[in-house]
C-alpha cells in the first residue's frame, strides 16, 4: 500500500477513535450530572424526612411538657381546695406537692385570687 493510503487510513482511524472518545466522555458527563441529581433528590428527601422527624419529636414533647404541667396545676388546685375545705393542712398538701409550705402558699396563691 501506499505511504499515503495507509497515512490516510492512519488518520480516519484515529478520527473514528477521537470521536468515540468523545462520546464515552460526553455519556460519562451525562452519568455524572443524572448521579449528581439523584444524589440531590436523595439528600433533599431525607432532610425532609429529618427535618419532619424533628417537628413531630418536638411536638410530642411539647405536649408531654403541656399535659404534665395540667396535670401538676390540676393536682395543686386540688390540694388548694382541700386545705380551703379543712380536709387537710396546709403541712399535708404542701407535702404531698412535694413543696415546702412556702413555696405551696406561692404556688397557690393564684388559686387564692380566682376564687
Known amino acids: 500500500m501506499a505511504p499515503l493510503i495507509k497515512s490516510r487510513r492512519r488518520i480516519i482511524r484515529q478520527t473514528a477513535l ?33 427535618r419532619n422527624e424533628i417537628r413531630d419529636k418536638v411536638r ?31 403541712a399535708k398538701a404542701a407535702k404531698r406537692a412535694k413543696m415546702t409550705v412556702p413555696q405551696f402558699q406561692k404556688a397557690t396563691a393564684g388559686l387564692a385570687l380566682e376564687r
Do not use: C, Y
Not at 25 to 47: C, M, S
Open 60 to 90: 410530642e414533647e411539647v405536649r408531654n411538657e403541656v399535659r404534665d404541667e395540667a396535670r401538676s396545676a390540676g393536682r395543686l388546685e386540688i390540694l388548694f381546695e382541700l386545705v380551703q375545705d379543712g380536709d387537710i393542712t396546709i
Open 18 to 50: 477521537e470521536r468515540a472518545a468523545q462520546e464515552i466522555d460526553e455519556r460519562n458527563a451525562l452519568r455524572r450530572r443524572a448521579i449528581r441529581q439523584i444524589k440531590d433528590e436523595i439528600r433533599d428527601e431525607v432532610r425532609k424526612e429529618v
